[in-house]
Structure formats: C-alpha cells, structure tokens
C-alpha cells in the first residue's frame, strides 16, 4: 500500500530563513510525488511534482523539492521563507488503485508553517 | 481563480436533512475526485470518478452519500441524512485522467450541520 508521512504538524521560523518541510513515502514502484499549498481559507494550490529525471524540481513561488530515493523523501525548500509563505504544505504521491490501471493522489497530513516577521 | 467551479460555497443543513453540492471540472478533464477536510486538517479521499464513472470510493460513501457525474461537465455530492460530523470543507478536483498529471482543486462547499 502507498502512504505518505509529513512528521511535522507544525514549523515556525523567522523571515529570512530557510525553510525545508519533510515528507516520506512508501510505495514499492518508482513514485511520482506532489507538493500543494493551501492558505488560509482557500483550496489547495499545486507547487511542483516529481516525475523522473532531475533529483531536484522547482516549482511556483519559488519553491523547490529534492527527491531522494535513498531515504524515499520528497523535501520541499525555500530560501529564503517570506511571512506571505505562511500557509499548510501537503506532500502526495501518485498510487494505482487496485486492480486497475488508474490512479490517484495520496496525501500526507499536511504541515502548517508559519513565517514571522 | 480556480478553473474548477463548485457550488454552493457555503451549505448550512439542520441534522438529518439532504446536502447535495456541485462540482464543474475543468473542460476537458476526465478525472474528477472529492475529498472531505475537517477544520483544516488531512484530506480525507471520498471518491473517484474517470470519464463519468466511479471508479474508487470509501466505504462511508457507499454507504450515505450519493455522487455522480452525469455529464463531463458537471458532478454532484450528495448526504442523504446529514451528521454533525459531516460538517467540513468539501473539495472537488479534476484533472486530465493521465498519469502524473496534477489534480486543480476547486474552492470547495462548507458544509455546516447543525
């Protein structure tokens, strides 16, 4: 089964600095990996995906991600974080459904961040 | 602005009445996908239709909800007895059916249940 781990609920850093939320996935073929943002009172915001090549992608607003397939993680950066980046991060992978040839996103719990100024 | 259109954006229902919300994809989009989010938290997948058909779905679904998607450009959720807990956000989304394709989200319905 396919399943996606963002360990922090919760960061808060000082604009300025450098951010880096981290996601974990299982999955047992190669993962095509998302990050959306979803900020106060909105829906969801797609930043980048993963799909082969490049270790690292980069996406809207900045954003950037490493996939490491050493340690299956899929860390979203920035640098450096500004106030307006306060928001929730949700990390998904692409999983088959089973017993088809479909698929769909499995997200992860979310991290909530905020930027203080 | 979302591409994804859903309606309406806000639903208050008393405690065993009908809920029903409406999501349109974007054109040309064959993928469309509900989820529930409580207070902000995880997204809880509902279910999953490709080209008008469900595909993948959650038992609680089954069991008191009712979707469809009767055209390609237009889908329904509906409660058929509404919960207390069934108050949350709920968002569509859609996307072009092929792998790797990110999902566009709608602004999503917030259900109260009072």
């Known amino acids: 089964a396919q399943s996606v781990d963002q360990p922090d609920a919760h960061v808060t850093l000082y604009e300025g600095a450098s951010l880096e939320l981290r996601c974990s996935y299982s999955?047992?073929?190669?993962?095509?990996l998302f990050w959306y943002v979803q900020y106060p009172g909105q829906s969801l915001q797609f930043l980048l995906k993963y799909i082969t090549g490049d270790a690292v992608v980069k996406g809207t607003k900045g954003f950037e991600a490493e996939f490491r397939k050493s340690n299956s993680s899929f860390n979203l950066k920035k640098s450096p974080a500004h106030w307006s980046d306060s928001a929730k991060y949700f990390c998904?992978?692409?999983?088959?459904?089973?017993?088809?040839?479909?698929?769909?996103?499995?997200f992860g719990q979310g991290t909530s961040l905020s930027v203080v100024p | 602005d979302a591409a994804v259109t859903q309606k309406p954006r806000y639903l208050i229902k008393m405690k065993g009445q009908e809920a029903e919300m409406k999501c349109i994809p974007e054109?040309?989009?064959?993928?469309v996908f509900w989820y529930q989010q409580k207070q902000s938290k995880e997204l809880k997948f509902l279910i999953y239709?490709?080209?008008?058909?469900?595909?993948?779905q959650i038992d609680m679904v089954k069991e008191r909800f009712s979707a469809v998607c009767p055209s390609s450009s237009l889908c329904s959720l509906g409660i058929r007895t509404c919960e207390a807990e069934d108050s949350a956000l709920y968002l569509c989304?859609?996307?072009?059916?092929?792998?790797?394709?990110?999902?566009?989200f709608g602004p999503g319905t917030r259900l109260t249940v009072l």
């Open positions: 054109k040309g989009h064959t993928a």
């Open positions: 998904a992978l692409e999983g088959l459904i089973a017993s088809s040839s479909f698929s769909k996103l499995v």
């Open positions: 239709f490709q080209n008008q058909q469900p595909l993948d």
């Open positions: 989304s859609s996307s072009p059916g092929l792998g790797y394709a990110e999902q566009f």
């Open positions: 999955y047992s073929a190669a993962p095509y």
